[in-house]
């Protein structure tokens, strides 16, 4: 058995005048939680689309579970593509079940493994009612519903918190934490840093349809060094951006955030800060996976989004 | 595989058979046609009342003998007129009053015959309605053999003798075909060709109607690529087509079953001195096979047009060149009709996108040669084949762009490049 759930080789996409995906390869080992980063355009829809042969790749080779990717395996994954919905006329039993019947599992036993789910997400006394009678919310827990009722081994979910209040965000982390506690590998492809700094081990930053970077998020952290640092103060900070060392100075309002360019000593900031302000606070804090795209994409030469 | 299709398939089906429109449209569409088909023979059997009529003769020789010819004529063994007295006073005078009865409803109309009726050759008839042509023909004919009958009396002859020497000729219509000689249908059988014509035409407009707002839905819902990661866009695509056609198919049959027994209850009370259409079996096998023939081939055409727009106005653009056949050939009914094994006739019906109407219409009116029946059937398919293969491709783009409406240039890139 493979310890690898995804593993991508070579792969290409090109549509009508530009290349959407060129050459990416991925690994994402199994009950690994993991994060597909880039900026919109970047190629994160249409490789996950081309994980479950929604799009054809125009070349390399695409690995499910250890085995080349074909129907059945495919039936391991479930997806939740950006692009979501239900069949707005159907009862929300009947709808799980056809859901999870072009998964491969049998009616009887999609009726059977509903009802904990429904119960958990609180859509029990939902069941016979029509889809289009639900709220939003509910609206959104029975679509995640419909993802796992096949009981997926990968669950890959595009940009799962767009949409949701803050409970149903909780209550969707909850749910994923929990599903990966039991080794079910989960891909998560956002824009939403924070979310992804909370979930993931694993990050892969793609780029104008390139990997630009890949490996645990510890690691990657790491790779960018302890040059930020974290400044509050009273008075006219202006002058910070022009101390020698700094690289960029991002004013969040109640403090400033300095990321400072390889090499140079954050202590020439501290020194010159006390000298010219009354300081607050100061820290050196590890970058945030926010900074580390932002940096990167801007030097790819990519607009960060 | 074949389990997820059957799961789209029944999907499809039963999201269709279980709305009411549906429900109401299966049941409301024979009892609609059966009126169609039913009211109509009726009233011209036997329903219609008599025609209450009065007859003013200026000449002053014909009156007793006309308004008897006028009480005994018969159409379909009963009489059709009510002769009423022409009132008081001169020929001249009593119109004037029997107008006013009419314009009244106390009376249909009056039959004047002038001063030189026996000379001339002209009656006015005045009536509120003058469009019932069957009766008017019949008034026509009692009062000429009455006229007639004077002149030939006048001259010295013999009533009786003139009367089979000028015996006019009738001409009987029989139609020959494989199965035997059968009587004309005339009129009717010219109707009925129309209304099953007409059902067909409008079941696969409909049909295929529903399959691309099906598809236009699944779009707008953002369901689309749910369903997509589960089953290939093929046996999607494939699955509505079966699924919608399934429930086409459940409301043709509700409908041709009914319009069949409509038609054999027809045969024994109702149609009293008028032949009732025949509904051969082959008729009834190439309604239903025409009836899918003709979905498959547009239905698929409207699922490329349904996953290529975003909305149904969208699609309006669209629709309009792929149902232009399908009008084409509803359209093309008159000459098909009048010369069914004719050039025109036989060439049109092996055109793909019109045999499914101009086919199934010669086979009603006469039984076509069997190899232009299958020749038609094999080039229908091949149509549909080249239909579903371009379809599948566009389809398969299709249901993931979302936005921009292409363009038809854009819609053969697709098909050439998926």
Not at chain 1, 53 to 78: K, Q
């Amino acid at each position: 058995m493979s310890d690898q759930a995804l593993v991508l080789r070579g792969v290409t996409k090109a549509f009508a005048g530009h290349v959407a995906v060129k050459e990416l390869s991925l690994e994402v080992p199994r009950g690994s939680v993991f994060g597909l980063l880039g900026p919109n355009g970047a190629g994160k829809t249409t490789t996950l689309r081309m994980v479950m042969n929604i799009l054809g790749v125009d070349a390399g080779s695409i690995e499910i579970l250890g085995h080349p990717a074909d129907h059945a395996t495919r039936d391991r994954i479930g997806y939740m593509p950006e692009e979501r919905g239900l069949y707005p006329r159907m009862v929300l039993e009947e709808q799980l079940t056809f859901m999870a019947s072009i998964k491969g599992v049998p009616r009887k036993t999609a009726a059977e493994r509903m009802g904990p789910w429904l119960e958990r997400l609180g859509l029990a006394d939902w069941r016979r009612r029509k889809t289009n009678e639900l709220s939003k919310g509910m609206q959104q827990k029975a679509q995640f519903i419909a993802t796992v009722l096949h009981e997926p081994d990968v669950l890959i979910m595009d940009e799962p918190m767009s949409g949701l209040d803050p409970v149903g965000m909780d209550v969707m982390r909850d749910v994923m934490v929990d599903l990966s506690r039991r080794g079910i590998t989960i891909v998560l492809s956002s824009h939403q840093m924070d979310t992804v700094e909370k979930l993931c081990d694993r990050v892969a930053l793609i780029n104008k349809g390139g990997k630009v970077l890949d490996g645990k998020v510890t690691e990657v952290k790491a790779a960018h060094g302890e040059n930020t640092l974290v400044l509050a103060f009273d008075g006219d900070g202006s002058f910070l951006g022009s101390l020698p060392g700094v690289a960029n100075v991002s004013d969040f309002g109640q403090y400033v955030e300095i990321r400072m360019s390889d090499g140079a000593d954050p202590q020439v900031v501290l020194k010159e800060a006390t000298a010219r302000l009354r300081v607050r606070r100061f820290e050196i804090v590890v970058p945030s996976l926010h900074d580390i795209f932002v940096k990167t994409v801007t030097a790819d030469g990519g607009e960060a989004a | 595989m074949p389990s997820k299709l059957w799961a789209v398939v029944r999907r499809e089906y039963l999201e269709r058979v279980r709305t009411k429109a549906f429900i109401i449209a299966t049941v409301l569409g024979p009892i609609l046609m059966g009126g169609i088909i039913v009211v109509p023979v009726a009233l011209m059997g036997r329903g219609a009342k008599l025609l209450r009529v009065a007859v003013v003769d200026a000449s002053g020789t014909l009156q007793a003998e006309v308004e008897e010819a006028l009480r005994s004529a018969r159409r379909d063994e009963r009489p059709r007129f009510d002769v009423q007295p022409s009132g008081d006073g001169t020929a001249e005078a009593r119109p004037s009053a029997l107008k006013d009865a009419v314009l009244r409803g106390r009376l249909d109309g009056y039959l004047f015959l002038p001063e030189d009726t026996l000379d001339g050759s002209l009656a006015t008839y005045y009536g509120r309605t003058v469009s019932n042509r069957m009766d008017l023909d019949l008034m026509r004919w009692r009062v000429n053999d009455v006229v007639v009958a004077h002149r030939v009396a006048r001259a010295g002859l013999d009533a009786e003798e003139v009367k089979e020497l000028t015996q006019s000729l009738e001409l009987r219509t029989v139609r020959l075909s494989e199965e035997g000689e059968k009587e004309d249908r005339g009129v009717v059988g010219m109707l009925f060709a129309v209304i099953l014509l007409g059902i067909l035409y409008t079941s696969i407009l409909m049909w295929g109607q529903v399959v691309m707002t099906s598809i236009i839905e699944e779009k707008g819902s953002r369901v689309i690529e749910v369903v997509a990661s589960g089953v290939t866009p093929m046996f999607l695509l494939a699955g509505k087509l079966l699924g919608v056609g399934a429930a086409g198919l459940t409301q043709f049959l509700v409908w041709s079953l009914s319009l069949l027994g409509v038609s054999l209850a027809a045969v024994g009370p109702l149609a009293a001195g008028l032949t009732m259409p025949e509904i051969t079996p082959l008729i009834l096998a190439s309604f239903l096979a025409f009836f899918l023939l003709g979905f498959a081939f547009y239905a698929t055409l409207y699922a490329a047009i349904g996953s290529a727009v975003n909305t149904v106005q969208e699609a309006q653009n669209f629709v309009f060149p792929v149902i232009m056949p399908l009008i084409l050939g509803f359209v093309c009914f008159l000459p098909v009709i009048e010369s069914p094994d004719g050039a025109l006739a036989v060439t049109l019906s092996l055109i793909p996108f019109l045999t499914p109407l101009l086919m199934f219409l010669r086979i009603v009116v006469l039984t076509p040669p069997w190899w232009q029946i299958a020749l038609s059937l094999v080039l229908t398919g091949a149509a549909i084949w080249g239909a579903l293969w371009a379809a599948a491709r566009i389809y398969r783009v299709g249901i993931l762009m979302y936005g921009k409406k292409p363009t038809f240039p854009e819609l053969v890139r697709w098909v050439r490049h998926a």
